[in-house]
């Protein structure tokens, strides 16, 4: 089995079955990625379809200057944000409902109030969701993150921490509980 | 709300499976993009970008004359100036004139050279065609009226002297000499032209300029007018000034452009002839 560097270069020289196992190897990332962006199964599966002709289409681009990791969270994030852009455009701002696959109540619940912090974090701008997600949801460090969005990396420590004092507030301004909504 | 609470609650998080539909569709078009990918920027067959040396017979085409003129400029300026670095002042000059040369060489080649015997082959064909139509289409110019000539005050016969027949012819008196006066006669014999008259609506008076009743000028100006045969004004001077040439223009202009007369007529006949006009300026009646 190749490695990663291996793999990517075979792909980037044309060989199909080394994009075809490069990309098998991260449509699970990719689509957690979206899921947890969009809320929703079946965008999600639309953002990870769209990331995944984006990477055929632009993996000749990659120079191994930084993590493949990095670089393809990014793709995915620019496509997460067409998307977006595009539903705004068909269907206004109703984006934020929790997703209808969730199993249990408890998981509805948590699904909800997970919803409800992404679309408060959103709601401060599409950067700070963009490093919530990256680090909170998928365990990158500050730096990492940084280099995911091509920031500094106290650019990242300073977004996160107005996230935190935007949620401190929400939460003290409502007590006890999170408002519903279908 | 810490930062381990928000991973935790990210990490509780139920992420539902995508199906394998979805799945299966997003790696085949992923594929199908790859192969466009790679078939879209394949190497391509390299051609050689060098043309084939033209013919002796063969003209040179423009953009080829464009390429070696540049690369002549090029070879030139840095022979001169150490590619366009500056190494001496009479180097640079002498460059620059030989690209100044070069440049109005080229523009002259451009306007002269160019297929000049095609150009001249068209010009031709349009003159003809011009002269032809012009022969055709457009009317003789009148003619122009004769020259004005005053008319000869009327004929007055000179008064008769009754002369005593007894009387002393004194040797230095005037006689007359009535054989001159039968000479003229005959000359006399055509009728004169009845002279031409206004029409019957009358002539509307040119308009006052403005300038000249701000500056209170005032006149007469006699206007001396050629009419055709059918009355209207082909030709007009000013006989006599006003003493204002503001007015002077604004009289014959109006009177070229508005008036009309019945004409001269000889022996019953429309004929065409000079007019003498007087009008005057006064602001009163203005």
Redesign the interface.
């Known amino acids: 089995m190749l490695d990663e560097a291996a793999l990517i270069r075979a792909?980037q020289s044309?060989q199909?079955a080394a994009?075809?196992q490069l990309?098998?190897r991260y449509?699970?990332t990719i689509?957690?990625f979206a899921?947890?962006w969009c809320a929703s199964?079946v965008d999600?599966?639309d953002i990870?379809?769209q990331a995944?002709?984006k990477?055929?289409?632009s993996?000749?681009q990659f120079r191994f200057e930084a993590a493949f990791s990095s670089w393809l969270y990014r793709l995915v994030i620019n496509c997460a944000k067409d998307w977006q852009n595009s539903q705004r455009r068909h269907r206004g701002e109703e984006l934020t409902s929790a997703?209808e696959?969730?199993?249990s109540q408890a998981?509805a619940e948590?699904?909800i109030?997970?919803q409800q912090?992404i679309a408060q974090v959103a709601k401060m701008g599409e950067q700070y969701k963009e490093a919530?997600l990256l680090?909170?949801?998928e365990?990158m460090s500050h730096a990492e993150a940084a280099v995911v969005l091509e920031v500094k990396e106290s650019t990242i420590s300073w977004r996160?921490h107005e996230i935190?004092k935007q949620?401190?507030l929400l939460?003290s301004a409502q007590p006890g509980s999170w408002e519903t909504f279908k | 709300m810490n930062d381990e609470q928000l991973a935790q609650l990210f990490a509780a998080q139920k992420i539902p499976p995508a199906s394998d539909d979805a799945k299966n569709a997003a790696l085949t078009a992923a594929m199908q993009a790859f192969a466009q990918q790679n078939t879209a920027t394949a190497p391509k067959q390299i051609t050689s970008s060098v043309t084939a040396p033209t013919t002796a017979g063969e003209a040179l085409p423009l953009t080829r004359l464009f390429t070696l003129f540049n690369t002549l400029v090029r070879r030139l300026a840095t022979k001169h100036t150490g590619r366009f670095r500056l190494k001496s002042r009479a180097a640079s000059f002498s460059g620059w004139i030989a690209v100044a040369g070069l440049h109005i060489g080229l523009v002259l080649a451009l306007m002269i050279g160019l297929h000049p015997r095609d150009e001249m082959v068209i010009t031709e064909n349009v003159k003809v065609e011009a002269v032809e139509d012009l022969q055709e289409k457009v009317a003789p110019p009148p003619p122009p009226p004769p020259d004005y000539v005053p008319s000869p005050p009327d004929f007055t016969p000179p008064p008769q002297f009754n002369v005593a027949a007894d009387a002393p012819t004194p040797a230095n008196a005037i006689t007359t000499a009535p054989a001159k006066a039968a000479e003229a006669a005959p000359v006399m014999a055509k009728a004169p032209p009845s002279p031409a008259r206004a029409a019957k609506k009358g002539l509307a008076p040119p308009p006052y300029p403005i300038e000249s009743k701000r500056l209170g000028e005032e006149g007469v100006v006699e206007l001396a007018l050629y009419l055709t045969a059918e009355g209207k004004v082909q030709e007009g001077r000013i006989e006599t000034s006003s003493g204002f040439a503001r007015l002077d223009q604004a009289a014959l202009k109006h009177a070229m452009t508005n008036w009309k007369f019945e004409p001269c007529k000889q022996e019953g006949k429309a004929i065409a002839c000079w007019h003498k006009i007087k009008f005057r300026f006064q602001l009163k009646d203005s």
Do not use: W
Request: net charge negative; charged share 25%.
């Open positions: 792909a044309g199909c994009f075809s990309i098998g449509y699970d689509y957690r899921y947890r199964r999600a599966e990870t379809q995944c002709i990477l055929a289409a993996l000749k997703d696959d969730a199993e998981d948590n699904s109030y997970l912090v919530a680090v909170f949801a365990g996160l935190r949620l401190q939460q």
